[in-house]
T-cell receptor, first 118, second 113 residues
Framework: GAGVSQSPRYKVAKRGQDVALRCDPI?????LFWYQQALGQGPEFLTY????????KSGLPSDRFFAERPEGSVSTLKIQRTQQEDSAVYLC????????????????FGDGTRLSIL | AQSVTQLGSHVSVSEGALVLLRCNYS??????LFWYVQYPNQGLQLLLK??????LVKGINGFEAEFKKSETSFHLTKPSAHMSDAAEYFC???????????FGKGTLLTVNP
């Protein structure tokens, strides 16, 4: 496909379970971002990858959150021992260039994964 | 760190009326600013972007935004609202070494027939 693809679109889990959210960025995009969007709020930055390197994870809310992009394409966001406050939409975005090549390059967003923790 | 503030969490207009969605940035002039639109159960779609030196920026779907340094504003407008414009709109500024986006809280636009 031409856009950023995220799966699953919806995920329901019980408190304490582990979940894994997948992002397929646009082919060839170097930069990949994860954001968390709580109900009624704007997205908030979680973490950033340049190819396979995780260069910024300052937005991850706790050590229960872990992200990887081992081959520089598909990325997975994992949440361990989920809590109710983890309920949100998780958005993935990709961009073709590294920041040094053009900070004005817009990020292309997937449709998100809506995570509900019961 | 750069930030943006969106005034008005909910704006309601009649079809055909002017749309005005407000965004103010923090005091230092950002090199870039973006407006994104989010339709229900979808991701964010870029409407338009500002780059240094521009004042009036035209985007998709008839939207435009004017950068006003004196007012630290980057308000989004559209002369005539369509029903299909009903969505949530976010102003965003890139920051940090990786240009991660900082978003406003969003403005929900309702268009009444």
């Amino acid at each position: 496909g031409a856009g950023v693809s995220q799966s699953p679109r919806y995920k329901v889990a019980k408190r304490g379970q582990d979940v894994a959210l997948r992002c397929d960025p646009i082919s060839g995009h170097v930069s990949l971002f994860w954001y968390q969007q709580a109900l009624g709020q704007g997205p908030e930055f979680l973490t950033y990858f340049q190819n396979e390197a995780q260069l910024d994870k300052s937005g991850l809310p706790s050590d229960r959150f872990f992200a990887e992009r081992p081959e520089g394409s598909v990325s997975t966001l994992k949440i361990q021992r989920t809590q109710q406050e983890d309920s949100a939409v998780y958005l993935c975005a990709s961009s073709p260039l590294t920041p040094g090549q053009g900070g004005n390059q817009p990020q292309h967003f997937g449709d998100g994964t809506r995570l509900s923790i019961l | 760190a750069q930030s943006v503030t969106q005034l008005g969490s909910h704006v309601s207009v009649s079809e055909g009326a002017l749309v005005l969605l407000r965004c103010n940035y923090s005091s230092s002039v950002p090199p870039y600013l973006f407006w994104y639109v989010q339709y229900p159960n979808q991701g964010l779609q870029l409407l338009l972007k500002y780059t240094t030196g521009a004042t009036l920026v035209k985007g998709i779907n008839g939207f435009e935004a004017e950068f006003k340094k004196s007012e630290t504003s980057f308000h989004l407008t559209k002369p005539s609202a369509h029903m299909s414009d009903a969505a949530e709109y976010f102003c965003a500024v890139p920051g940090g070494s990786n240009y991660k986006l900082t978003f406003g809280k969003g403005t929900l636009l309702t268009v009444n027939p």
